[in-house]
């Protein structure tokens, strides 16, 4: 059965950080495209982070405009993690943040156009860790 389960989540004073990890299992992690998504009190989720599998030793990754420079999303392969670095956070960061893996069938095209804004055609879902920015 597969299941992704978040972790590193907790409260932050405006411009510091956290580490966020999601540990995957029950399918087989390296084809699988991961993507972080957020959602604020409130608001609608939002894709913060993707990135692709990884070809050649390397990925491709995209984020959201609100993050990008600030945060960071990357892979363990042999281990079944993804992480998210956050950096220099502020309050508008705050939020249930969650981990979603989709399948590499859909084609990096998709990841590029679509992965953060078609939460829908994630496979998998963890439950989410909460991350509160204030001070």
């Known amino acids: 059965q597969a299941q992704l389960v978040e972790s590193g989540g907790g409260e932050v004073q405006p411009g510091g950080s956290l580490r966020l990890s999601c540990a995957a299992s029950g399918f087989t992690f390296p084809r699988y495209y991961m993507a972080w998504f957020r959602q604020a009190p409130g608001k609608e989720r939002e894709g913060v982070a993707t990135i692709s599998t990884t070809w050649y030793g390397l990925e491709d990754t995209y984020y959201a405009d609100s993050v990008r420079a600030r945060f960071t999303i990357d892979r363990d392969n042999p281990n079944n993690m993804a992480y998210l670095q956050m950096n220099n956070l502020g309050p508008e960061d705050t939020g249930m943040y969650y981990c979603?893996?989709?399948?590499?069938?859909?084609?990096?095209?998709?990841?590029?156009?679509?992965?953060?804004?078609?939460?829908?055609?994630?496979?998998?879902w963890g439950a989410g860790t909460r991350v509160t920015v204030s001070s």
């Open positions: 979603a893996a989709a399948t590499d069938a859909l084609g990096r095209d998709w990841l590029a156009r679509m992965g953060l804004t078609h939460g829908d055609f994630y496979d998998y």
